[in-house]
């Protein structure tokens, strides 16, 4: 990814619908972004040679249904550019495809707005590497990744998950989603140590009856017999645990695996605890 904005504002070009920049309050003082608006890609590209922007938000809905390759023609101009994707309609397919091509992001409508200017303040001010996020597996009832251990890199992935459709109500989609983050969180934490050299793994599996996530990270592992600092050890006090994380001069936390237990049907460790399955059973 190209240089950080040294300005107030983080620099967007967008590409297609003027739908795209609707999302900015450009008209007010205390707006973080400078938006400029190509209408298709090859004005795109003309500007990218010319101009210097943070982040291309690609709104090209129907298009890109059939031309993932939008992302290599900007970047074949702008090699680091970060590049996010805005769909009408999204499919596991076009998630594997924006993920193949190295986008930064994903987003179908409507829109999450708050959530879109977070990841494009991310995408703008984090130099995330590009192969951040690895395929291993594309099929889309068994999708396999590994990714660096990374707080940016979590949020990536966990949007990119986010957008792929399952048979779920709204309610039960975005608690599955809290729990795979609580898991991907304690895993790069706790297992790879907030090292970026380090890599985690992750596997979505979907069957006709559950949706499956498998987390595998690089730690040693965890004895449940040793968890006096997480709220789960404690069912009967909840907040317990928190003398002894400030005892352990650990930070505030420790509510990630009691508030994944009530997110989903099942969670399942391995023996060695540095792996973990989360099934959600579909309606």
């Known amino acids: 990814m190209q240089a950080p904005s040294t300005s107030a504002h983080v620099r967007v070009l967008g590409i297609g619908k003027r739908s795209a920049a609707q999302l900015f309050d450009l008209n007010s003082r205390k707006s973080k972004f400078t938006y400029d608006l190509a209408p298709n890609v090859s004005a795109a590209a003309e500007q990218l040679g010319s101009k210097t922007y943070d982040v291309v938000l690609v709104d090209l809905s129907e298009q890109y249904l059939a031309d993932i390759g939008v992302i290599r023609e900007l970047r074949s101009i702008r090699p680091r550019v970060a590049v996010i994707v805005l769909v009408e309609e999204s499919t596991p397919q076009n998630v594997i495809d ?118 595998h990270d690089p730690g040693d592992g965890f004895s449940r017999d040793h968890l006096d600092h997480a709220a789960v050890a404690h069912p009967e006090d909840p907040i317990a645990h928190i003398a002894c994380r400030e005892e352990a001069g650990i930070r505030p936390g420790g509510f990630g695996m009691l508030i994944t237990s009530k997110l989903v049907d099942e969670v399942i460790y391995n023996q060695q605890g540095n792996e973990v399955v989360l099934i959600k059973y579909l309606t």
């Open 98 to 215: 924006a993920i193949r091509a190295h986008a930064f992001s994903y987003f179908s409508k409507p829109f999450d707005r708050m959530a879109l200017h977070e990841m494009i303040m991310n995408a703008a001010s984090v130099d995330e590497p590009e192969d951040a996020i690895q395929l291993l597996s594309a099929n889309v009832n068994y999708l396999s990744l590994r990714i660096r251990c990374s707080l940016f890199t979590v949020d990536r992935l966990v949007q990119f998950m986010k957008e792929i459709p399952v048979d779920l109500p709204e309610e039960d989609r975005n608690e599955v989603v809290m729990a795979f983050r609580e898991m991907l969180l304690n895993g790069i934490e706790h297992g790879g140590k907030l090292n970026p050299e380090e890599w985690l793994r992750v596997s979505r599996i979907r069957t006709k009856r559950t949706l499956v996530y498998h987390i």
